[in-house]
């Protein structure tokens, strides 16, 4: 073989070598920067759900990646009679916690245009009294639930007026059915003008202490009025009849007819108020033209306000003696105008249903008779069957298990009075202190809708982001007054925060590519708030971005807090409410009128994020409940009466601590197949690269050194003989 020839293989060997190097470290960077990619991108399509039919659909609606934990410490009234009865101001002590373990489970899931949404099936597991021997079973404490009740009502006496028609066709039913009474023989009974002992009916009814008469009869039989003396002679003993009295409690157990729903409704009391006040009927009529012209005259007919909103129209009126909005001339025609609106609702079958009035002067002793009977008798028995038997005062001492989860209240299930059917349905279901529902059916009722976007949306980097809460995309400028309309948008992150971009086997951090400010919405305050970026924890031996709500949100420079110095409700809930930090960060009044010292860097809500995926791992939110009292909460009668004082002030009722955080077999998973699958990656990377340019080396030296051996030249051997002397 020739010189040449010797040196060409030799560096083909070596370029072979050399070539293999190569390709071994191909082989090791693919490892080392590809792998992990496609490692990152199967694990955030485990995260994305988008349809029911995917094998990670289940584990998202049964929220199996995540633990939640409740504890809840109650503030308990301890001078509950001096508060109440005696113009004292609350008094209150801490007591808890009670902690309860939260499962959820999602309902009603629809997907559509990159967002989801659903119902949160919440329920509540007891786990932990603090110390079940020290502290009663049942507390003392403020109900929101009555404040929550009677506050769209803006007062107790609309909110008990609304509940006449359900509370009356229960009562009335159980006194037919428990007597064996007809209806005639029902109608007669109310209708007697003779005392009536109500202990002498065969009822389960309760009724509350110096309530003694129930018919319109023998109530205005006993009430020493000027109209009842004026009825009572025009009748000359003569009992009211079925007919009468069909007319009127006919209306009393008829939700529409008695105008339960535009008792809470501004629209509708406003649409009647100009209607009525700006009638141009005439000022008199005799009684036979009056009933005449309720059966001709069709604009008073299209007229449908309600007995109830009528009634109070009507008192308000002759409360008014001195007219400045009104002159007298137009105000004795209002009356007119409300008095045959009455009528017309008393009279809706003239000849069946309407109170035989001899007089045209006897209207208005009827009118004010049936007025005082329904707005101010009545209200007393509603009252004490809706609130008082069911403990459902302004204070309570329902026991912490029904204060914390929630209960039911009786209510009325479809029934048959007067020969109408009637399908009564009434809000049963008390709210506790945290989102528990007993049934799906419950749960689909009650809960508040949430709507979220999608992996979908932004390449997943607002996966379970916020788009709308109770279906509403932002809250209205009547709920949050003081806000623009972005601050009143409902948007945030949720579970999930935006992923690392990229992912690198020998990368060991991740964090410089997480925002140093996430925006979070937190669906107890109604309200999107930042978390600032403070560092990084490690969980389970991984490495956590952590981020805390930033101090500017308890500030009064924010739109959502009020001169309490609180995070206001009360527009949202219809009565004043607020949210806080525990134990108070209020002004100096509240402060120190209740001797409560807040640790606020104690109670800091914090999240921490897992990087790489954007996972939310953990989170710590504590916020305490305060509600306040208004004199208007508190027209009705009680069996014993009231002296308030304390009102338009915060009150303490609870605080809370909630907590998430993923499984244990969340974070095994995601250290066997992300952080181990990475350290594989990265000590591949490197010992493959490592033998790679050993490799790649070695055929350097082939190919380098075995040429320049090859053109070496070797002496050749002496051709001279050796020749011995002749």
């Given at each position: 073989?020739?010189?040449?020839?010797?040196?060409?293989?030799?560096?083909?060997?070596?370029?072979?070598?050399?070539?293999?190097?190569?390709?071994?470290?191909?082989?090791?960077?693919?490892?080392?920067?590809?792998?992990?990619?496609?490692?990152?991108?199967?694990?955030?399509?485990?995260?994305?759900?988008?349809?029911?039919?995917?094998?990670?659909?289940?584990?998202?609606?049964?929220?199996?990646?995540?633990?939640?934990?409740?504890?809840?410490?109650?503030?308990?009234?301890?001078?509950?009679?001096?508060?109440?009865?005696?113009?004292?101001?609350?008094?209150?002590?801490?007591?808890?916690?009670?902690?309860?373990?939260?499962?959820?489970?999602?309902?009603?899931?629809?997907?559509?245009?990159?967002?989801?949404?659903?119902?949160?099936?919440?329920?509540?597991?007891?786990?932990?009294?603090?110390?079940?021997?020290?502290?009663?079973?049942?507390?003392?404490?403020?109900?929101?639930?009555?404040?929550?009740?009677?506050?769209?009502?803006?007062?107790?006496?609309?909110?008990?007026?609304?509940?006449?028609?359900?509370?009356?066709?229960?009562?009335?039913?159980?006194?037919?059915?428990?007597?064996?009474?007809?209806?005639?023989?029902?109608?007669?009974?109310?209708?007697?003008?003779?005392?009536?002992?109500?202990?002498?009916?065969?009822?389960?009814?309760?009724?509350?202490?110096?309530?003694?008469?129930?018919?319109?009869?023998?109530?205005?039989?006993?009430?020493?009025?000027?109209?009842?003396?004026?009825?009572?002679?025009?009748?000359?003993?003569?009992?009211?009849?079925?007919?009468?009295?069909?007319?009127?409690?006919?209306?009393?157990?008829?939700?529409?007819?008695?105008?339960?729903?535009?008792?809470?409704?501004?629209?509708?009391?406003?649409?009647?108020?100009?209607?009525?006040?700006?009638?141009?009927?005439?000022?008199?009529?005799?009684?036979?033209?009056?009933?005449?012209?309720?059966?001709?005259?069709?604009?008073?007919?299209?007229?449908?306000?309600?007995?109830?909103?009528?009634?109070?129209?009507?008192?308000?009126?002759?409360?008014?003696?001195?007219?400045?909005?009104?002159?007298?001339?137009?105000?004795?025609?209002?009356?007119?105008?409300?008095?045959?609106?009455?009528?017309?609702?008393?009279?809706?079958?003239?000849?069946?249903?309407?109170?035989?009035?001899?007089?045209?002067?006897?209207?208005?002793?009827?009118?004010?008779?049936?007025?005082?009977?329904v707005i101010k008798h009545l209200p007393y028995f509603i009252f004490y069957q809706v609130i008082t038997l069911n403990d459902n005062d302004i204070v309570t001492y329902r026991d912490k298990t029904n204060v914390t989860l929630g209960y039911d209240v009786p209510y009325v299930e479809q029934v048959?009075?007067?020969?109408?059917?009637?399908?009564?349905?009434?809000?049963?279901?008390?709210?506790?202190?945290?989102?528990?529902?007993?049934?799906?059916?419950?749960?689909?009722?009650?809960?508040?809708?949430?709507?979220?976007?999608?992996?979908?949306?932004?390449?997943?980097?607002?996966?379970?982001?916020?788009?709308?809460?109770?279906?509403?995309?932002?809250?209205?400028?009547?709920?949050?007054?003081?806000?623009?309309?972005?601050?009143?948008?409902?948007?945030?992150?949720?579970?999930?925060?935006?992923?690392?971009?990229?992912?690198?086997?020998?990368?060991?951090?991740?964090?410089?590519?997480?925002?140093?400010?996430?925006?979070?919405?937190?669906?107890?305050?109604?309200?999107?708030?930042?978390?600032?970026?403070?560092?990084?924890?490690?969980?389970?031996?991984?490495?956590?971005?952590?981020?805390?709500?930033?101090?500017?949100?308890?500030?009064?420079?924010?739109?959502?807090?009020?001169?309490?110095?609180?995070?206001?409700?009360?527009?949202?809930?219809?009565?004043?409410?607020?949210?806080?930090?525990?134990?108070?960060?209020?002004?100096?009044?509240?402060?120190?009128?209740?001797?409560?010292?807040?640790?606020?860097?104690?109670?800091?809500?914090?999240?921490?994020?897992?990087?790489?995926?954007?996972?939310?791992?953990?989170?710590?939110?504590?916020?305490?409940?305060?509600?306040?009292?208004?004199?208007?909460?508190?027209?009705?009668?009680?069996?014993?009466?009231?002296?308030?004082?304390?009102?338009?002030?915060?009150?303490?009722?609870?605080?809370?601590?909630?907590?998430?955080?993923?499984?244990?077999?969340?974070?095994?998973?995601?250290?066997?197949?992300?952080?181990?699958?990475?350290?594989?990656?990265?000590?591949?990377?490197?010992?493959?690269?490592?033998?790679?340019l050993l490799v790649i080396g070695i055929g350097v030296v082939v190919a380098v050194c075995k040429g320049n051996t090859q053109q070496r030249v070797t002496p050749e051997p002496s051709t001279t003989a050796n020749h011995t002397p002749?």
């Open positions: 073989m020739s010189l040449n020839r010797k040196m060409s293989s030799a560096r083909i060997l070596g370029a072979g070598i050399v070539i293999t190097g190569l390709v071994v470290l191909s082989i090791g960077l693919i490892i080392g920067l590809q792998f992990p990619n496609v490692l990152y991108r199967q694990t955030l399509k485990k995260m994305c759900v988008k349809r029911k039919d995917q094998p990670s659909y289940t584990e998202w609606t049964t929220d199996k990646r995540r633990l939640k934990f409740n504890d809840v410490h109650y503030w308990i009234v301890s001078n509950v009679d001096l508060f109440l009865y005696g113009g004292e101001a609350p008094k209150v002590f801490e007591i808890g916690p009670v902690a309860f373990k939260e499962d959820e489970t999602k309902l009603r899931v629809s997907f559509h245009d990159n967002t989801v949404t659903f119902k949160p099936w919440e329920r509540q597991t007891f786990r932990l009294d603090s110390d079940p021997s020290r502290w009663p079973n049942k507390v003392p404490m403020i109900n929101f639930n009555y404040l929550r009740l009677v506050g769209p009502f803006e007062s107790d006496d609309l909110f008990i007026a609304a509940q006449l028609p359900l509370t009356m066709t229960n009562s009335l039913n159980q006194i037919t059915l428990s007597n064996g009474w007809s209806n005639d023989d029902l109608l007669l009974w109310l209708g007697r003008l003779q005392p009536t002992d109500i202990k002498l009916l065969k009822t389960d009814l309760k009724f509350p202490s110096g309530f003694l008469t129930f018919g319109f009869g023998s109530w205005l039989y006993q009430n020493d009025t000027k109209y009842k003396s004026v009825i009572l002679k025009s009748r000359k003993g003569a009992f009211f009849n079925t007919s009468e009295m069909l007319g009127l409690y006919g209306i009393l157990t008829s939700r529409e007819l008695f105008g339960v729903d535009m008792l809470k409704n501004k629209l509708s009391q406003e649409h009647c108020e100009k209607r009525i006040f700006v009638s141009d009927s005439p000022t008199t009529q005799s009684l036979p033209e009056l009933m005449a012209s309720l059966a001709k005259d069709d604009s008073l007919a299209e007229i449908d306000c309600g007995l109830a909103y009528l009634l109070l129209t009507y008192e308000k009126l002759q409360k008014h003696r001195s007219v400045s909005l009104l002159d007298r001339k137009k105000k004795f025609r209002t009356i007119q105008i409300v008095s045959r609106l009455i009528m017309l609702k008393l009279c809706r079958k003239e000849e069946t249903e309407c109170f035989r009035i001899s007089e045209a002067g006897l209207l208005d002793d009827y009118i004010q008779a049936i007025l005082d009977y048959d009075i007067f020969n109408k059917k009637q399908e009564v349905t009434a809000t049963s279901w008390m709210y506790g202190i945290l989102d528990n529902y007993a049934s799906e059916d419950e749960a689909l009722r009650y809960s508040l809708s949430r709507t979220l976007q999608t992996c979908q949306a932004d390449n997943g980097r607002t996966n379970m982001y916020w788009k709308a809460y109770a279906g509403m995309t932002s809250t209205s400028p009547e709920q949050v007054p003081n806000a623009s309309s972005g601050q009143r948008r409902i948007y945030g992150y949720s579970t999930n925060f935006p992923p690392t971009s990229t992912i690198a086997a020998c990368r060991p951090r991740m964090f410089t590519q997480l925002p140093e400010t996430l925006p979070v919405f937190f669906s107890a305050m109604w309200r999107t708030v930042p978390f600032q970026h403070t560092g990084e924890l490690h969980f389970r031996g991984v490495e956590l971005s952590e981020y805390v709500m930033d101090s500017a949100v308890w500030s009064k420079r924010s739109s959502f807090i009020d001169n309490t110095s609180f995070h206001s409700l009360t527009k949202i809930n219809q009565y004043p409410s607020w949210l806080s930090l525990p134990r108070y960060h209020g002004n100096v009044e509240t402060q120190t009128e209740f001797d409560i010292v807040s640790d606020r860097a104690r109670y800091d809500t914090q999240i921490w994020v897992e990087p790489i995926t954007g996972e939310l791992w953990q989170s710590i939110q504590y916020y305490q409940y305060s509600v306040a009292l208004l004199p208007q909460y508190f027209k009705i009668r009680r069996q014993k009466p009231l002296n308030i004082s304390y009102f338009h002030k915060p009150i303490p009722l609870f605080w809370v601590r909630h907590e998430e955080t993923v499984t244990p077999s969340v974070t095994a998973a995601f250290k066997r197949d992300v952080i181990r699958f990475l350290r594989a990656s990265c000590g591949g990377l490197i010992s493959i690269t490592l033998i790679a002749r």
